[in-house]
């Protein structure tokens, strides 16, 4: 628990350090939209038990041949999480496995205070030393701020050849992550050699990669032998990883998949896990925002983003807007504003939308308060004014811990938007920080079958672990959100 004082100092450097963005206004803002590919080409696979899918992603390490490229937001050293894909990395790199890995160094101060990871990863004993950007914390940069961040999650497994496999999503390499209700996709191309959703994900990789690695440069060679192999022994089996059958059955039944060319799979093959063979069109949106503050092109006024657009949220928006169904599974309700009139216009076409959201005891589980619950209920509040129509799901703690398969769940995760055919996926969490503040990727896939398979996952959870919030109720939450919670969640901005 926090201490009063120190949550006191930790608000007050908050305040002082964001204090000049309020006052100068922005130019507008720029994003990458690759070109749509008629047919994507692509299987993916939904992960919904995190365990299961840390277990296959180390799996898929320890099965890589050429090479291994991975971005996360925050990277730990637990022993059921962390440090198995760590362990993992460095035995890959003990093969000679081409390595690139970019951390997020302030996502990952909470759980990594010492950046250890750079420990594992820079160890000049290893028999091929990876290239490693510890990203963050660079003020001197100009127009960059500490709240800058590289939030992409993607971890690419032998890259450019007929065995590659994606992972991207909302998962990051953390403990939190276990506990965390969320989802993650695993992509392969059906017919190798032919251009497919993934190669626009290779190729925003070496653009990610190449603006961190200017910006912080990469990771000094460091020996830290006695630390790292003291560490190395805490490190958990597959087993203690996956904990129980049915996770050890699923994890057998998706590596089964992945074990052989997509065609030689038949459809039939009984994934516990949706998966989808994608013919239709899919493209990537990457909103290059570091790229673009490094080169200048936001323009010199960049220390105000309040009216910041993005491509990512415009796109978002005109795809609410024309929907009659509509789901959104956001980790916080702080809609930019492309995303908010979506969801008004689509309301006043009599559009069903349902947004799945944390309530504020699950925001407690990482702010203090709940305060960014506080920061969107007069926003959730207006929307239920709007329309009956309008469906606002809150993660009950209560529910989660009665039933057996969530009660490892402790907060709603999942950055999701379904618009009847149409979804979109990644790392932005549709909120004002992923617009302000992130480096995001999601990519937008036309697919009835798959929108359908997502609906029914959200569906099923919104019925198993999430409560209704009614307009009364939002008032009276909305009347507790006094002056000085407002002064604290104003503060809370820039890190949320």
């Given at each position: 628990m926090i201490h009063r004082s120190r949550l006191l100092r930790l608000l007050s450097v908050i305040a002082l350090l964001n204090l000049s963005s309020w006052f100068v206004q922005a130019p507008v803002a720029f994003a990458r939209e690759h070109s749509w590919l008629a047919d994507a080409n692509t299987q993916i696979i939904v992960l919904r038990d995190a365990r299961v899918d840390f277990a296959l992603r180390v799996a898929a390490i320890e099965q890589a041949k050429q090479s291994i490229d991975s971005a996360t937001y925050v990277q730990d050293m637990t022993s059921d999480s962390g440090l198995p894909l760590m362990k993992a990395f460095r035995d890959a790199q003990n093969r000679g496995i081409q390595g690139r890995y970019i951390v997020e160094r302030s996502g990952s101060l909470r759980a990594d205070l010492r950046n250890r990871f750079e420990n594992f990863l820079t160890d000049p004993d290893l028999a091929r030393v990876?290239?490693?950007?510890?990203?963050?914390?660079?003020?001197?940069?100009?127009?960059?701020?500490?709240?800058?961040?590289?939030?992409?999650?993607?971890?690419?497994?032998?890259?450019?050849?007929?065995?590659?496999?994606?992972?991207?999503?909302?998962?990051?390499?953390?403990?939190?992550?276990?506990?965390?209700?969320?989802?993650?996709?695993?992509?392969?191309?059906?017919?190798?050699?032919?251009?497919?959703?993934?190669?626009?994900?290779?190729?925003?990789?070496?653009?990610?990669?190449?603006?961190?690695?200017?910006?912080?440069?990469?990771?000094?060679?460091?020996?830290h032998r006695k630390f790292v192999d003291k560490r190395l022994l805490w490190t958990s089996t597959r087993d203690q990883i996956l904990q129980n059958e049915r996770r050890t059955l699923d994890f057998e039944r998706i590596q089964a998949v992945l074990s052989q060319p997509v065609l030689e799979v038949s459809p039939e093959h009984p994934l516990l896990d949706t998966e989808s063979r994608l013919n239709g069109p899919a493209r990537l949106i990457s909103n290059d925002f570091l790229s673009h503050i490094l080169t200048g092109d936001y323009g010199r006024h960049i220390s105000n983003r309040e009216h910041l657009p993005s491509d990512i949220d415009r796109v978002a928006g005109e795809m609410i807007s024309h929907a009659r169904t509509v789901y959104l599974a956001a980790m916080s309700v702080r809609l930019p504003v492309d995303i908010n009139q979506g969801l008004n216009q689509a309301l006043d076409h009599h559009a069903e939308i349902h947004l799945l959201t944390n309530s504020a005891e699950t925001h407690r589980t990482l702010v203090p308060g709940g305060a960014p619950y506080f920061l969107g209920i007069r926003q959730m509040l207006e929307l239920l004014e709007r329309s009956p129509q309008m469906h606002i799901h809150l993660l009950n703690e209560k529910l989660l811990k009665a039933r057996e398969?969530?009660?490892?769940?402790?907060?709603?995760?999942?950055?999701?938007?379904?618009?009847?055919?149409?979804?979109?996926?990644?790392?932005?969490?549709?909120?004002?920080?992923?617009?302000?503040?992130?480096?995001?990727?999601?990519?937008?896939?036309?697919?009835?079958?798959?929108?359908?398979?997502?609906?029914?996952?959200?569906?099923?959870?919104?019925?198993?672990?999430?409560?209704?919030?009614?307009?009364?109720?939002?008032?009276?939450?909305?009347?507790?959100?006094?002056?000085?919670?407002?002064?604290?969640?104003?503060?809370?901005?820039?890190?949320?």
């Open positions: 990876p290239e490693v950007v510890s990203f963050g914390f660079h003020n001197l940069i100009p127009g960059l701020r500490w709240t800058d961040m590289m939030h992409e999650k993607i971890l690419i497994i032998d890259g450019g050849t007929p065995d590659e496999k994606i992972w991207i999503g909302g998962r990051n390499n953390s403990k939190d992550s276990i506990h965390y209700l969320d989802v993650a996709f695993i992509m392969r191309p059906i017919i190798p050699g032919k251009p497919y959703l993934g190669d626009q994900i290779r190729e925003a990789y070496e653009s990610l990669f190449q603006i961190t690695q200017r910006i912080s440069g990469l990771a000094t060679t460091r020996k398969e969530y009660d490892q769940y402790n907060y709603q995760h999942t950055k999701l938007l379904i618009a009847d055919d149409q979804v979109m996926l990644g790392s932005d969490n549709f909120n004002d920080t992923s617009r302000t503040n992130n480096d995001e990727m999601v990519v937008q896939i036309r697919d009835a079958q798959f929108a359908s398979n997502l609906k029914a996952v959200l569906q099923e959870e919104i019925d198993d672990v999430y409560t209704t919030l009614d307009t009364d109720t939002a008032r009276r939450e909305a009347g507790r959100n006094n002056i000085f919670k407002r002064w604290i969640n104003r503060i809370l901005l820039p890190i949320y």
